[in-house]
């Protein structure tokens, strides 16, 4: 009887270790000083394939540089996608409920396959001022094209809720010129940074960027590319697999949904003691640390941090640790110890509460100009946060100064390597392929930089903003300071520090009382940062699908002005045409959660300011400290390492601790996020290795495309017609979809009932 595998078992010849460069190398870098978690030192780099096998699984190590990628058909529907999703996305954003076009890239990735191939098939091959309408058959290269022009058109651009707040909370009516200079610069400037990312977070093999593998591998099964995913494995193949897992998550999505909405908020033991608050407190989903585990919707999986099928098992083992530690263990001994009289309040919240348990009425503590009314604050109540977000803050304080150390300390060798390196000279074989093309000159970037830079600059001298230049500046140096550590730690674990935060802390500090300021400063401090990570995340896309690096450039610029002017112009027809658009009342819905949300903060932080929460002798004085933790906690975990060698030192990452917790988000979010990764990404990875490498990303497309097209469906043929009223009095009110709001869980109820005085808290503020 042989000894040799089953046929389906077989390990293909191009996934044979072999050894073509130094051991203990990756990326050119000695391993003994840059630990990659990703890469496996006892495989040596393939010649001719990716050292990461997931790589290897997605995407194709060929290319056709023949093949047309930036066609006037790639143009046209780019454009078109750019337009209407963004539209759609802006007009509902400012709804609740309201859909989402989201995972933002799989419906148009989708519905533009086979718009693609009819216009290839029927459209004339003639050309108009010798623009060929008809390029011949529809390519690959120009579908991923199309797919990163849509993708600019969610989510809505961050200045919008600027401008809103500036109407709604402040009544400052400004014109349509300040409001697109302010929309472009936010949106655009960032991209400038891309001509340094490109080398450092692009180029080496070691920045995987594990989501986009998710498309790779769809793109790839649509247009039947060969990959060593799809040599792997017998069985069906992937595009019958991609087929199979769509349409019957498609149907089962009406069930979580719709049908039986209990499935997705799944707090089965909040239902046999609804009332019972220390119960509801530990199992609750809405308010409570989701101790169950369990829920049968796959939206809410992923809703906070995208598919746990394209993230790294030890990344998700370090949030997993986020949640046991701080939230499981920590965040009760603090609430039931009424530690920041927390017990008043929910225990998780993403609520400002008043010393009555009330939510925290911002409209008594500023004048009619939304200047600080001192008087009125100290009349009235302290600003009030549950224990889940305090502990939250504090873990962003430490994960700001954490980020920057474990940079230091493991990769700033690694950086400057890279920086000085060409495509042509990485050991990768598809930097090898694309340095075949031209590169975006860095005049390019550096022209981006200077003119939305004088945009900012028009913005804040001409009209009145409160934001001196040199704060704009200084929010500018904390994005591009943050943008490549940042990047560095999302590159290999797919999980994003933010700096929402602790910009709102400094021009807090730094401006006290000037609300539209901070709102500017926080923008161009965050949002500058992420739209580069963003920019360079398409450029690893393009540089996985080898897309030429000029008309991959032109694209993300164009179609980001056209969807910040298009979303613009959407917000400013809709308080022009929409009445009382963003009341608490407004008849159909339009009520603007996020961007009410969004006017609150800038009250608290701005004009109340954090001074009175977080400076000496104040309640939070005590958070501080956690910038402290994540300065020493990286330093303490290299020493150990550095000196034992400990193995699981090498897959603990501090800054993902501090930043992936649940926050005011309740953690069945999070926890079977992380049972989920670890069932595929480390059961089945280990065990059954050449079924994951051919199915594994495109059954996380396949779920993201089921679950973007049911939601969608749903919401536009039974919610919103008839304002919701559909099912009204049958499904919506049977059993299945109200036994969850009947628990303590839901309400919110508090550990402690407020005292007989009627208020709670410290006795000056």
Not at 365 to 384: C, E, K, T
């Amino acid at each position: 009887m042989s000894d040799s595998p089953p046929k389906d078992e077989r390990r293909p010849a191009d996934l044979e270790r072999c050894d073509t460069e130094q051991p203990g190398r990756v990326d050119g870098i000695d391993i003994d000083n840059y630990d990659d978690p990703n890469f496996d030192p006892t495989a040596m780099l393939l010649e001719d394939e990716s050292p990461y096998p997931e790589v290897r699984s997605a995407v194709a190590n060929t290319d056709d540089p023949e093949m047309p990628s930036a066609t006037f058909r790639a143009w046209v529907l780019g454009l078109v996608w750019s337009i209407l999703i963004s539209a759609v996305n802006h007009f509902f954003y400012l709804r609740y409920p309201s859909p989402w076009i989201s995972p933002a890239r799989i419906v148009p990735l989708l519905l533009t396959f086979p718009i693609g191939k009819a216009w290839a098939r029927y459209l004339p091959k003639v050309s108009v001022f010798g623009i060929s309408l008809n390029p011949g058959p529809f390519t690959i290269k120009e579908h991923v094209i199309i797919m990163v022009m849509a993708r600019v058109g969610n989510p809505s651009a961050y200045a919008l809720d600027v401008i809103a707040v500036q109407r709604i909370f402040y009544n400052q009516h400004t014109n349509f010129g300040y409001q697109w200079l302010l929309v472009v610069s936010t949106q655009l400037i960032g991209f400038s940074i891309g001509g340094i990312c490109k080398h450092i977070l692009v180029a080496p093999a070691s920045m995987i960027w594990h989501r986009n593998l998710t498309y790779a591998a769809l793109f790839n099964t649509l247009h039947a590319q060969d990959t060593t995913g799809t040599r792997s494995y017998g069985g069906i193949s992937r595009q019958r697999f991609f087929t199979y897992i769509f349409v019957g998550h498609f149907f089962y999505n009406f069930i979580p949904s719709y049908l039986f909405t209990a499935l997705s908020i799944f707090s089965w033991i909040c239902w046999i003691a609804p009332n019972n608050r220390l119960i509801n407190h530990m199992f609750g989903v809405s308010h409570g640390l989701a101790m169950g585990l369990i829920t049968f919707d796959w939206g809410r999986v992923t809703a906070i941090s995208g598919s746990p099928l394209t993230v790294p098992w030890w990344a998700a083992a370090n949030i997993g640790v986020t949640v046991v530690f701080f939230y499981w263990f920590l965040v009760p001994i603090l609430y039931y110890s009424n530690v920041w009289y927390s017990a008043y309040l929910p225990l998780i919240s993403s609520h400002s509460f008043d010393n009555t348990g009330g939510i925290y009425n911002v409209s008594r503590v500023i004048n009619a100009d939304g200047s600080f009314n001192l008087q009125a604050y100290q009349a009235y109540s302290p600003v009030l946060l549950s224990v889940s977000w305090t502990m939250a803050y504090g873990l962003e304080f430490a994960s700001i100064t954490a980020i920057l150390m474990q940079t230091l300390l493991y990769h700033s060798k690694q950086i400057w390597a890279q920086s000085h390196r060409s495509l042509s000279d990485q050991p990768d074989i598809h930097a090898r392929l694309m340095s075949v093309y031209k590169e975006v000159p860095d005049w390019w970037y550096l022209s981006i930089f200077l003119t939305t830079f004088v945009f900012g600059v028009i913005v804040i001298e001409v009209w009145d903003t409160q934001l001196p230049v040199w704060a704009f500046m200084l929010a500018l140096s904390i994005s591009f300071t943050y943008t490549i550590p940042i990047g560095v730690v999302q590159a290999a674990t797919s999980i994003q520090v933010e700096l929402n935060v602790i910009t709102e802390l400094i021009i807090g500090y730094v401006l006290p009382g000037r609300p539209i300021a901070m709102m500017m400063f926080k923008t161009w401090g965050s949002i500058t940062m992420a739209q580069a990570l963003e920019f360079t995340s398409d450029l690893k896309l393009g540089h996985y699908m080898k897309i030429p690096h000029r008309p991959m450039f032109l694209c993300q610029i164009v179609a980001t002005v056209v969807a910040g002017t298009v979303q613009l112009g959407v917000q400013t027809w809709m308080f022009s045409h929409i009445e009382n658009l963003c009341s608490p009342h407004q008849k159909d819905n339009f009520i603007c959660p996020q961007t009410t949300v969004f006017g609150t903060a800038s009250i608290i932080w701005g004009v109340i300011g954090p001074r009175r929460l977080f400076s000496h002798g104040r309640l939070y004085y005590g958070l501080v400290f956690f910038f402290v933790i994540g300065a020493v906690a990286p330093l303490i975990q290299w020493t150990l390492h550095k000196k034992f060698r400990i193995k699981f030192l090498r897959y603990l990452n501090l800054p993902i601790i501090f930043t992936g917790g649940p926050g005011h988000y309740p953690p069945i979010n999070y926890l079977p996020w992380v049972l989920i990764c670890f069932l595929f990404n480390y059961v089945i990875r280990r065990r059954h290795i050449i079924w994951w490498l051919k199915y594994n990303y495109v059954l996380s497309a396949a779920l993201d495309a089921g679950y973007a097209i049911g939601i969608l469906f749903v919401f536009f043929a039974l919610q919103y017609p008839n304002n919701g009223t559909i099912g009204m009095n049958s499904v919506q009110n049977w059993w299945g979809n109200t036994v969850y709001k009947k628990t303590a869980d839901y309400a919110g109820l508090p550990a402690k009932a407020v005292p007989d005085g009627g208020t709670f808290g410290p006795s000056s503020w």
